[in-house]
């Protein structure tokens, strides 16, 4: 029996998401088997040959994920549509980890929904049985989401009474992720079958940090102070440089250790259009390498993301970007839009830094109390802790609450390109699994020493375990799954009307 991943129908967007889980998976091509597929996966567009060979699937007991639009294809029923804002899973047990999951968009939702509530407390997707297999229904396809590239202003949940907000992408792609990710693993558990995936850090890491540092006008002492903080907790970090307004940092910036160095701008502006955005960010990488430096990496102003500042990463020889208008709390993808990837890395980070907080007139220990409570909401839900920094917002005693946090949790620390050589090679991998009685037969690669496998049952336990030919189940020590932290009470108030967007908006136009 394969543990195998089936793809139906031409879905880009299944291809990165299961990418990102570290799942095995190929695309169906003619029949599906139940012992060849473990699950299916389809697209938003397939023909009634293929419609019919997933109801055969699913009689012989196999399980689907679909959206509303093909469980009503396959089905012969309908749907309702209307448009949603968001879902909330903390009341759907199987889902706890998911948290808040914004679409903003309209939707199809199966009639006989049960699980994740809107705004307005209506169940919107269907996990259940199917024509004697198993389905879970969403209310969205997959590739609409992966093609939303819309932004928006949101604002993030904090104890303190203000709540920070930021201008990032409209879906959280990394809470969407997890919801599928979990609704794959119940369809195997119903199956009786045991979920296995590519952990997501080296080894059996809880989590990891990787720390980056917008410079946008920082002196020589205040970078070097920072850098000094980071040298001292033994974090390192990645530093974008604003290279118009900082020519004079280049010696110091030469003098750090175990540290690495990616272009911010040269005027600190993105721009709609390729033209402009290439020859903004060309004029930086000039003064790169006049300084004898190089940039595998790229962070815009103002986290803003569009295709023109995409092509124009791509084709200036950038490995990866990191901007919280295409993605932010989630791992490592690679952006999908005019019918291909564009082959450039998006590595996202934690949206809210000190200076949304400043603005917000935190104080420090409120700004202390608001990265504990995201620090361990984060290591619960076993996220990566990527944070990031200007070093003109100071405030040092925050920052060394967080590198304390990741040193007392024994995380590993990485630079950008370090943890995108990692991911790149984890996403490399062609795995190739299969139960044979209380073993796992693996096929992989050589040289996977630091990439685990986490291997969950329908017990509610999970071990993680080094990647070898032949994984004796039964002799592993298996452990219960940790819980979540559960959301605050008042958490939904971050997406109530958050006056002061609008109120900083009009400040911000009349500094002009």
């Known amino acids: 029996m394969r543990l195998n991943i089936g793809i139906l129908g031409d879905s880009p967007g299944w291809h990165i998401l ?9 695309k169906v091509n003619e029949g599906i088997s139940p012992e060849e597929y473990s699950a299916v996966v389809v697209g938003n567009s397939i023909d009634e040959r293929e419609s019919e060979s997933l109801r055969a699937y699913t009689k012989n007991g196999g399980s689907i994920i679909c959206s509303a639009q093909m469980y009503a294809q396959l089905a012969g029923t309908n749907y309702a549509r209307f448009f949603v804002r968001y879902l909330v899973t903390e009341t759907d047990a199987d889902f706890e980890q998911s948290g808040l999951i914004d679409l903003n968009r309209k ?7 049960n699980v994740f509530r809107n705004e307005n407390g209506a169940t919107t997707a269907y ?21 939303d590239h819309r932004s928006t202003q949101k604002s993030f949940y904090s104890p303190a009474k203000r709540l920070p907000f930021e201008r990032v992408s409209s879906v959280s792609r990394g809470n969407v992720r997890k919801i599928i990710s979990r609704s794959l693993e119940i369809l195997h558990h119903r199956r009786s079958l045991p979920y296995a995936h590519l952990w997501y850090y080296p080894k059996s890491a ?21 850098y000094d903080l980071a040298h001292q907790h033994r974090v390192p970090m990645t530093w974008f440089i604003d290279t118009k307004n900082q020519q004079e940092v280049f010696p110091l910036l030469r003098r750090m250790e175990n540290q690495e160095f990616g272009i911010h701008c040269y005027s600190h502006r993105v721009f709609a259009d390729y033209d402009q955005n290439r020859e903004n960010i060309g004029k930086a990488l000039e003064i790169f390498r006049l300084e004898n430096l190089s940039a595998r990496g790229f962070a815009a102003p103002f986290g803003t993301w569009n295709k023109g500042l995409a092509r124009a990463v791509k084709e200036l020889g950038f490995e990866y970007s990191s901007e919280f208008s295409y993605d932010y709390d989630n791992f490592p993808s690679q952006p999908y839009f005019d019918d291909r990837t564009t082959g450039v890395w998006q590595i996202p980070v934690h949206p809210i830094c000190v200076g949304s907080l400043k603005r917000q007139g935190y104080n420090h220990a409120r700004m202390i109390q608001y990265f504990e409570f995201v620090l361990r909401q984060k290591f619960a839900a076993r996220d990566p802790l990527i944070f990031y920094h200007h070093p003109k917002d100071g405030h040092h005693g925050v920052l060394e609450h967080i590198f304390t946090y990741v040193d007392s949790h024994r995380l590993p620390s990485m630079k950008f390109h370090e943890l995108l050589q990692w991911w790149k090679k984890r996403a490399a991998i062609t795995l190739r699994l299969s139960i044979e009685g209380t073993h796992m037969k693996v096929e992989a690669p050589d040289g996977m020493e630091d990439v685990f496998l986490r291997i969950s049952k329908g017990d509610g336990t999970e071990v993680f375990s080094p990647v070898r030919l032949d994984i004796p189940l039964d002799t592993l020590t298996w452990e219960p799954k940790p819980r979540n932290a559960r959301l605050p009470a008042d958490y939904l108030r971050c997406r109530k009307f958050n006056y002061r967007i609008p109120l900083t908006r009009i400040v911000d136009f009349l500094a002009r």
Request: charged share 20%; hydrophobic share 45%; with cysteine.
């Open 206 to 226: 809880e989590s990891l940090c990787a720390f980056r540092v917008d410079t946008d006008r920082g002196t020589a002492e205040e970078i070097e102070n920072l």
């Open 127 to 147: 996990i259940g049985e199917f024509m004697g297999g198993h389905a879970a229904v969403l209310p969205f396809a997959v590739d609409e989401l992966f093609l």
């Open 18 to 26: 299961l990418q990102q889980e570290g799942l095995p998976h190929s």
């Open 107 to 113: 939707c199809r939702v199966p009639l006989n929904a």
